[in-house]
């Protein structure tokens, strides 16, 4: 089984950028679907992106435009790259290791058999 960890969550000002990091050991990197979502205060898990072995890249309305998300299969690493965030960006973010060929959208959670622990991310205004 995949194990996930967060990391370069902070503090930042708003119009500033922030870039994610998903370090992933275990089980098997290279061939997962990666996501991103994030959780607000009393807001539901909300779907970021996501992104496949080869490079493509899925966004959800919270991901466009500001937002990309890469890897490296070799680094087993995925990014997500922040920019001119606004503090309704403020939120807990997940990075999440799905399976493929999935039945279900990868905008959903159900793909997604592992996460991780989050990384708390504050938007100042």
């Known amino acids: 089984q995949v194990q996930l960890i967060e990391s370069g969550g902070g503090l930042v000002q708003a119009g500033g950028s922030l870039r994610l990091s998903c370090a992933a050991s275990g089980g098997t990197f290279s061939n997962r679907v990666m996501g991103w979502f994030r959780q607000g205060p009393g807001k539901e898990r909300e779907f970021i992106g996501c992104?496949?072995?080869?490079?493509?890249?899925l966004y959800g309305d919270a991901g466009k435009g500001r937002f990309a998300i890469s890897r490296d299969n070799v680094k087993n690493l995925v990014l997500l790259q922040m920019n001119s965030l606004k503090p309704e960006d403020t939120a807990v973010y997940y990075c999440a290791a799905g399976r493929v060929g999935s039945v279900h959208s990868y905008r959903n959670i159900e793909p997604y058999d592992a996460w991780g622990q989050g990384t708390q991310v504050t938007v100042s205004s």
């Open positions: 992104i496949w072995s080869g490079g493509f890249t």
